[in-house]
């Protein structure tokens, strides 16, 4: 395998090379670089931090020549702009932190350095992370790796597309309402929000605190299980599928929904069943109310968060981003405490389902990457804004805090589509091993782009 074949493994092969010294950090650090400016076009990074990170192979190198050891030891990864990196810019791909250079790290960056790990840069991001496209008024419109007429999703989306167009080994996004699981469902990769609260999210510029995660985006199920590990400082137990119980749901996450995303969906639910797994159809009719529920309270918290500069300093956002702010203000006290009071619902809801169930599989997205600039969705008897359509089966699962992995199971018309497996509170073990039943059954959808 070529150093440029290792840009393309998974995020362990690398880590295990590295540590056998089968390849040195500074050739790996450079063969990323080299592909950086090669796929500069999919506007993935806002800030390429090669100097430093040539200086932080070179160290990783000494230690591993010393015999030195851990986890991410010399391995390249890449960060959303969301997170606090100290010295290095962090815009949180706006206009109004455009210049900002932190102090320190976020929680999460610093573990990712305590384990050894390389930075290549900051990733591009929606402005302020409010939005699911990554088209960036400030720093460029990210291009899906698969099709660049598409978009990658969103926030995240620099992440995903760094990821799968192989620009670094592994990566980390943010979540408040899909933004991990989004762009790894529209891309191809693997996306994580853990339990809500598992991983710190000090240091990362919040979008709604109450909502907000933050979890790797990795091109296999065994990196997200390690980064998961190293960011939120605890150990994952391995667990089966054999004798798992799946839930299917009937009803919400059914509808509307693609035919060929149905159909891969389906297909590899059947394949887990195969696999040793129990199917159990399960109801949620409480999810309905899911979408207006994440909408109340999303606005309300992001204008909240966005005083300090809102409206003061209006004419610095983005023309999208504005209006969600200022539609953020027009929600009253009693809409936002009624929106909690059905959010608890949808908690205890999920709750007594996970009494019959281990796992949920739904899509991760009812539909594959829309078009750059394609403001709705047309299903059979109705449109709906795109935006909409890719948050409705992720939404909940930042209102409920509970863990989410989406894992790629195939192609439809040419795209990658995300099966979404939901499990208990801190039951992040479960999932990813349902997780690594659909990979090891599927497979990686490998590298699209050249």
Not at 101 to 118: F, K
Not at 171 to 176: A, R
Not at 242 to 271: C, H, N, W, Y
Not at 387 to 394: G, H, K, N, S, Y
Request: include cysteine; hydrophobic fraction near 45%.
């Amino acid at each position: 395998m070529t150093v440029d074949d290792l840009c393309d493994a998974p995020l362990t092969e690398v880590a295990r090379r590295l540590r056998r010294r089968a390849v040195s950090p500074v050739e790996l650090v450079d063969a990323y670089l080299a592909r950086i400016v090669k796929a500069h076009r999919l506007r993935a990074f806002i800030s390429v931090t090669g100097e430093t990170a040539k200086r932080q192979a070179r160290a990783a190198e000494r230690q591993l020549h010393r015999g030195e050891t851990g986890p991410l030891l010399g391995v390249p990864m890449a960060l959303k702009d969301l997170l606090a990196t100290r010295g290095v810019r962090t815009t949180a791909g706006s206009r109004i932190l455009a210049r900002w250079v932190p102090r320190q790290d976020a929680t999460a960056v610093s573990r990712l350095r305590q384990a050894g790990a390389v930075m290549l840069g900051k990733l591009n991001l929606h402005e302020f992370a409010y939005g699911v496209s990554t088209s960036n008024p400030f720093f460029g419109i990210a291009r899906n790796p698969w099709d660049p007429t598409r978009i990658p999703g969103g926030s995240s989306g620099g992440s995903a597309i760094a990821v799968v167009a192989g620009l670094c080994a592994g990566s980390l996004g943010t979540d408040t309402g899909g933004s991990i699981r989004i762009p790894a469902a529209l891309c191809g990769c693997v996306g994580l929000k853990p339990t809500y609260g598992s991983v710190p999210v000090t240091g990362v510029l919040a979008l709604g605190p109450s909502l907000d995660h933050v979890g790797p985006i990795s091109r296999s199920v065994a990196d997200a299980r390690l980064l998961l590990e190293v960011i939120a400082g605890r150990r994952v137990r391995p667990a089966s599928v054999k004798g798992m119980v799946i839930g299917v749901p009937d009803g919400f996450f059914g509808q509307q929904v693609e035919p060929g995303v149905a159909r891969l969906v389906a297909a590899t639910v059947s394949g887990l069943r195969a696999d040793g797994a129990r199917l159990r159809r399960v109801r949620l009719p409480a999810m309905v109310w899911s979408v207006a529920v994440q909408l109340v309270t999303l606005r309300a918290e992001a204008a909240a968060v966005h005083a300090r500069w809102f409206p003061a300093r209006s004419a610095d956002y983005g023309v999208e981003t504005r209006a969600r702010l200022q539609l953020g203000h027009l929600v009253s006290g009693a809409d936002y405490l009624l929106a909690q009071r059905l959010r608890q619902r949808l908690r205890d809801e999920l709750r007594s389902v996970f009494e019959e169930v281990d796992v949920l599989a739904v899509p991760a997205v009812p539909l594959v990457a829309p078009r750059v600039g394609q403001p709705q969705v047309r299903w059979r008897n109705r449109q709906e804004p795109v935006d909409a359509a890719l948050v409705r089966f992720t939404a909940p699962f930042n209102l409920t805090g509970a863990p989410a992995l989406s894992v790629p199971c195939g192609l439809s018309q040419g795209l990658p589509v995300g099966i979404q497996l939901v499990g208990r509170w801190n039951d992040e073990a479960t999932i990813l091993a349902a997780g690594q039943a659909v990979e090891d059954r599927v497979g990686r959808l490998g590298r699209p782009f050249e």
